[in-house]
């Protein structure tokens, strides 16, 4: 696990779009962010690596994690707040995806479906074969219906746009997984 300098957490809120000063739109995602207290802190000597343990509450949810890192000016108590970023800054920002349930092989996998002619009367969506003729069993990893969504997404290479202090909320350009409410993590 690479150590991080810069870390943060808030809710997403909305997408919106800000014109930047040369004039053109950028599409923005807000994020609500809220100040994080250090609880502990990991050290080489004790624990093997050295980390800061932050606690956050969101709502009624209390919210713990843990983050690799060499700064060690941080002390036990200390509160960190969306001050140690800047407009302009390079962030890299972690979420649950929204969860879609159990779908079909064409919208999970994107397979094309079978012809629409010669007699395919029931069969557009279908995945086609799944076996081989002398196999008894079906292949692992075949791609069939399932589960979409729901999956832990980091999404790299994003930029702060906007930063609103009185009303604590961040704007990150473009999208960023997860539905409305969803706790995402910012590093920088």
């Known amino acids: 696990m690479k150590n991080i300098g810069k870390f943060i957490l808030g809710r997403k809120q909305s997408m919106t779009q800000?014109?930047?000063?040369?004039?053109i739109v950028v599409p923005a995602t807000i994020v609500e962010i809220s100040p994080i207290e250090v609880t502990a802190i990991k050290t080489k000597e004790i624990d093997g690596y050295t980390a800061i343990q932050i606690n956050s509450k969101k709502g009624k949810i209390k919210v713990k994690k843990e983050y690799r890192t060499d700064d060690n000016s941080k002390k036990i108590g200390?509160?960190?707040?969306m001050s140690i970023f800047k407009e302009g800054d390079e962030i890299e920002v972690s979420a649950?995806?929204?969860?879609?349930?159990?779908?079909?092989?064409?919208?999970?996998?994107?397979?094309?479906?079978?012809?629409?002619?010669?007699?395919?009367?029931?069969?557009?969506?279908?995945?086609?074969s799944i076996?081989?003729?002398?196999?008894?069993?079906?292949?692992?990893?075949?791609?069939?219906?399932?589960?979409?969504?729901?999956?832990r997404i980091?999404?790299?290479?994003?930029?702060?746009?906007?930063?609103?202090?009185?009303l604590?909320?961040?704007?990150?350009s473009g999208a960023i997984p997860g539905r409305r409410g969803t706790l995402i993590e910012i590093k920088g």
């Open 131 to 151: 076996g081989g003729g002398l196999r008894n069993k079906v292949p692992k990893k075949m791609r069939m219906a399932g589960r979409m969504g729901g999956d």
């Open 96 to 128: 649950i995806s929204k969860g879609k349930g159990f779908q079909g092989v064409v919208k999970r996998h994107g397979f094309g479906g079978g012809p629409r002619s010669h007699g395919q009367k029931h069969s557009e969506r279908e995945p086609g």
């Open 18 to 23: 800000i014109f930047n000063k040369d004039g």
């Open 154 to 166: 980091t999404v790299k290479n994003l930029k702060i746009v906007h930063i609103d202090t009185a």
């Open 168 to 172: 604590n909320t961040m704007y990150i």
């Open 78 to 81: 200390d509160s960190i707040d």
